[in-house]
């Protein structure tokens, strides 16, 4: 049972629009979320976080929402740029000190020229 | 600074052999993960360790699979025996507590099981 779901496997968007990728959650315990991007043959690398007492965090190009209520996060890249085509990962947790990520299965991010 | 660094990269390994992948976290971090990921399921938490203590194993899929972590710089994930449905990228990462839940991640062990 996927507690973390990132239903939209793969987007395309163009070099300075905007990416948005999306993803749900089902627990309500988790009240810690973060942003992974992973590109091919590396490891996942950490992009952003959010508590879930704030609903927007920002850090230059990258802005995470959250949504409480609808148990829904996202991440918006503005603008986007082609070193952004990645795999990105949204993932859960609620021990406090980010110990037991629950993870999301990924979307394919490609910026195209 | 290094990374956490994960051997072997690639392992290809016939049904029924133990695998052994290794992993040194980074200095001074005291927390360390094992992470397996597959296209169905994602990534998954497969255990982790506290000051090397190992705090929850209940990702572990079966008693095939095992970690250990003897000392602060160094642990193991060894599968026996190895089944092809454990065919999969295994991570290791580290961390410490600063507020972000940052994760570090090692670039990762391919394995294939025949």
């Known amino acids: 049972d996927q507690q973390v779901k990132q239903n939209s496997p793969s987007l395309s968007v163009q070099e300075g629009r905007i990416s948005i990728l999306n993803c749900d959650y089902t627990?309500?315990?988790?009240?810690?979320f973060l942003w992974y991007k992973k590109y091919p043959a590396e490891g996942p690398t950490f992009l952003i976080s959010?508590?879930?007492?704030?609903d927007k965090n920002e850090d230059g190009r990258f802005t995470v929402f959250l949504n409480k209520s609808a148990k829904h996060l996202s991440l918006h890249i503005v603008p986007s740029q082609p070193g952004d085509s990645a795999v990105y990962f949204c993932?859960?947790?609620?021990?406090?000190?980010?110990?037991?990520?629950?993870f999301g299965t990924g979307t394919r991010l490609q910026v195209t020229l | 600074d290094a990374g956490v660094i994960q051997s072997p990269r690639h392992e290809v390994t016939e049904m029924g052999q133990e695998v052994t992948l290794r992993c040194k976290p980074i200095?001074?971090?005291?927390?360390l993960f094992w992470y397996r990921q597959t296209m169905m399921r994602g990534l998954e938490l497969l255990i982790y360790?506290?000051?090397?203590?190992?705090?929850?194993d209940s990702g572990m899929p079966e008693d095939r699979f095992s970690a250990k972590m003897p000392n602060a710089s160094f642990s193991t994930l060894k599968i026996q025996p190895s089944e092809p449905r454990d065919s999969a990228v295994y991570f290791c990462?580290?961390?410490?507590?600063?507020?972000?839940?940052?994760?570090?991640f090692g670039e990762g062990s391919r394995l294939t099981v025949l």
């Open positions: 990462a580290s961390s410490t507590w600063t507020g972000t839940g940052e994760l570090f």
């Open positions: 627990n309500s315990m988790f009240d810690y």
């Open positions: 959010i508590s879930s007492i704030k």
């Open positions: 993932a859960a947790d609620y021990t406090g000190t980010a110990s037991k990520l629950t």
């Open positions: 200095s001074g971090h005291d927390y």
């Open positions: 360790f506290n000051n090397n203590v190992p705090i929850d």
